[in-house]
């Protein structure tokens, strides 16, 4: 009988010589990538190469990336049927893998051809894995553990440009190479040495491909990383999913998405009074009124820290800084979010919390800093006028492992306590819904799980910039990462502290945002608009007029604002959405959650079908992309694709018209044969966008404008009908439109 190894290589062999479809048999479309690392040399999922640098590409094409510790010798707890990929980026063999081994052999369990087997770096895992070689034979590669070294003058004998050098020019690292020859069946990307005696460093082989760690990312001479192949492409071709619609978390109603994160770091902080005799300010007191006032027609989530709020904690200042926590609550553009309690910046040490040790490391850094006058007690508080403490060295701050210490460590108050505190403070029809991670953002599983037991969304740490002084995709973060059974959601982009240095030099470091966001978006939209700021960032002249600039390139952007907990809540959908296919260009969505928009690429020749999808509002192209965008409430949508070439994206017909773009938040949607009637809500008036046939005749009825009495409108020469909608934060509008037919 053929092994299942066997049955698995000749399936994908037989899957790309006839085209035969890989969802073949597939209950769901299988977008789960299974990410094996080994935990005594990476610590955990978030300390991987795959994390810090693969795993951003895989949600870029839909996959959401579960760990496996290989160091465990367990039986990945994942579903076969739900694995489209397994992948390694490994640097050493490893212990006994069998139960890894026994998994992968479940032919029968997998979807279709199977999962695609990618190696970056050794392969000498995978020689333990699967002693048959069958695994490496799908990757398009054949190994020995026979050592090569490999000088500097070695040639370059194959290099396949199209997915090679992408971000960076191969340069080869002269070593000790394992010795790895390209079957015949393999798409040679990178070879070095003699043509009679070639070394392959990256392949795409029948059911896979391997790369080696020094043709996936280099460190460019400047010190920063790149990627030398073509991530994208690369994956792309080993999925083989190009023609299944992706869910897409940075767009929402055919725009890219708007939120803002305003965190409490410097909320207490003194600015100076410019003039004899003015009064003095405090950060958060500026925050509100030259930010919060000044921008109410966008969404900011603001947070603050509890125990800053709180006098024997916070000090003097204490009760000014609750009540412009208070004042920003009240302003209806505000989401009011909570912090923490005493200012974890270490979360690494709270997962095991010992009290004696750090009563030690505050009694060190007492004996350090007592003679100090900011200083007013080791036990109490920390100063309060350096930079952030997640990046503080060790001189400044002696290991210590939180702010205030005036109170015993208790998860229960810094998570659940501090957002009751939070809503005391909000009004009460606007109660807190989202926790900010604060320090290093390393939150335990069991912070994690309070925090979703408390049915709150929480969002910290990732980030990343991308501009003219760090143009690599590897200066970004993926949008979470796996700790335990639980997940944590990442700031989408980095922030004023990343871009200053954490308020050291350059303190115009922001001003470059709008790089990150344009290099984010074209040619792929990799992330949404994010804009993360501090309150410390009021009392510097230069991040203050950075913040300003960004808020009014939002204003003048083509984005839809959201609240960041509603964006928390679109990646939570991300990762539970299963997409079913149902026939040539029918998908069924289910279990979406808030994520209401599909991207499908290289989708020049289709369209969405109005009329045999269900629960779809309509589409938008942009460039070689098409996004899907779902209708609020509908439980399991159909999207139908057909062939054509409208520059909309839909087909156009007979009829009410079909979403193009909204910038406000579509909140029901209800379309019939000659009528849409929608309701809307958000911060300004903003367009809504929709595409009816050329020259069609319609009315328009908008709630409370003219006494709810119609106007006509005609499509434009492109079928073009773009409604001007008056909102404002707490209120929806409703559209009638009827006509058409």
Sequence with gaps: MMPPCHQLLLSAIFAVLTGASALAGCEAVPRTTLA?????????????????????????????????????????????????????????????????????????AFCGDGPGIVAFGDLAPWAAIDPSGQMMAAMGVEWDPHIRAISVTAPVIARDRSLMDHEADFLLVPG????????????????????????????LGPGGGYVHTSGAVQTTPEGKAAWVIDPFGFFEAVLRQDSVPRPDPTTFQGLRIFFATILPTGWLDLMPALVFGEPDRLASEVLVNRVIDEFRDLPLSVAVLAGDLTVNLGGRYAARGRQAAMQAFATPNVEAAASGYSDIWDWDFFDRYDSDLEVLMMSASDQTENGDALVTSAFQMLRDSVSDPARATKAQWNGAPRRYTGVPFDLALELEGSLDQVTAMAPPTRPARLFTW???????????????????????????????????????????????????????????????????????????????????????????????????????????????????????????????????????????????????????????????????????????????????????????????????????????????????????????????ASRPVVVTWTRAACTLDLQVSGFAPGPVTLKARSGAHYDVAISSIDDGQPRAMTADAEGMLEIMVPVEPGAMRGISISGGC
């Excluded at 999922?45 to 870029?60: C, G, K, Q, S």
């Excluded at 465990?72 to 006994?96: C, E, I, K």
């Design 36 to 108: 094996l690392y080994d935990s005594a040399r990476e610590a955990s999922p978030r300390d991987t190469r795959i994390h810090r640098y693969a795993e951003l590409v895989l949600n870029y094409l839909g996959h959401v990336v579960i760990y496996h510790d290989l160091a465990r010798n367990a039986t990945p707890s994942v579903n076969p049927a739900s694995v489209g990929l397994v992948m390694s980026w490994l640097d050493a063999p490893v212990g006994d893998v069998s139960a890894v081994g026994a998994w992968l052999a479940q032919d029968k």
């Design 176 to 203: 000790d190479y394992s010795s790895v020859s390209a079957t015949s069946s393999a798409r040679i990307l990178l070879q070095i040495g003699l043509p009679e005696q070639p070394l392959t460093l990256a392949t």
């Design 438 to 660: 604060s320090g290093n953002a390393r939150p335990s599983e069991t912070a994690l799980r309070k925090i979703g037991d408390d049915r709150v969304l929480a969002i910290g740490g990732g980030g990343g910039i991308m501009d003219a002084a760090q143009p690599s995709m590897t200066g970004l973060w993926p949008m979470s990462v796996q700790v335990g059974d639980q997940r944590q959601i990442y700031d989408a982009l980095g922030g004023d502290a990343a871009y200053t240095g954490y308020w050291t030099q350059p303190l115009a470091g922001l001003h470059a945002l709008p790089q990150t966001l344009r290099r984010t978006d074209r040619p792929r939209r990799l992330k949404p608009f994010h804009l993360v700021l501090s309150a410390r960032s009021m009392v510097h002249f230069q991040t203050l007029r950075a913040v300003q600039n960004a808020l009014q390139l939002a204003r003048e952007s083509e984005v839809v604002p959201v609240y960041a907990a509603d964006y928390v809540a679109t990646v939570k959908g991300f990762a539970t959405m299963r997409i079913i296919p149902e026939g040539p260009g029918l998908w069924r969505i289910r279990d979406h959650g808030a994520l209401r928009t599909l991207r499908l690429d290289d989708a020049r020749d289709q369209v969405v079908d109005m009329t045999r999808s269900e629960g779809v509002m309509g589409a938008r192209r942009v460039e070689a992309s098409l996004y899907i965008a779902l209708a609020p409430g509908a439980d399991a949508p159909l999207i139908a694709l057909k062939e054509g070439k409208d520059p909309s994206g839909i087909e156009p017909g007979n009829g009410a018209p079909m979403l193009v």
